[in-house]
Nanobody
Framework: QVQLLESGGGLVQAGGSVRLSCAAS????????MGWFRQAPGKEREFVAR????????YYADAVKGRFTISRDSARNTVYLQMNSRIPEDTAVYSC???????????????WGQGTQVTVSS
């Protein structure tokens, strides 16, 4: 089993940068592909980015491509989401998740963090 804990959210200004972190417990962190999802008020949860078990392969939603970067540090059991050029539409609760299967559907992810709120002011 994997437990996930996000940090790094808060109130941020548009145009700047912030990095979210997701710390994982358990010895099998490197066995999971990791993803970030977000849910804005009144909207469904949406896929943001994912990274493969070894970190070599990444995939992004069109809405964040070129602005966000996902990475992982296996020594620290942590996955990151670097958010650059933020826009108000990025305001959401951001959650990390772990999957054996990969993909962009939340249904494929077995373990979830509690989420961290990111609010982007214009």
């Amino acid at each position: 089993q994997v437990q996930l804990l996000e940090s790094g959210g808060g109130l941020v200004q548009a145009g700047g940068s912030v990095r979210l972190s997701c710390a994982a417990s358990g010895r099998t962190f490197s066995s999971y592909a990791m993803g970030w999802f977000r849910q804005a008020p009144g909207k469904e949860r949406e896929f943001v980015a994912r990274i493969s078990q070894g970190g070599a392969n990444t995939y992004y939603a069109d809405a964040v491509k070129g602005r966000f970067t996902i990475s992982r540090d296996s020594a620290r059991n942590t996955v990151y989401l670097q958010m650059n050029s933020r826009i108000p539409e990025d305001t959401a609760v951001y959650s990390c998740a772990a999957t054996w299967l990969g993909g962009t559907s939340g249904a494929a992810y077995s373990y979830w963090g509690q989420g961290t709120q990111v609010t982007v002011s214009s």
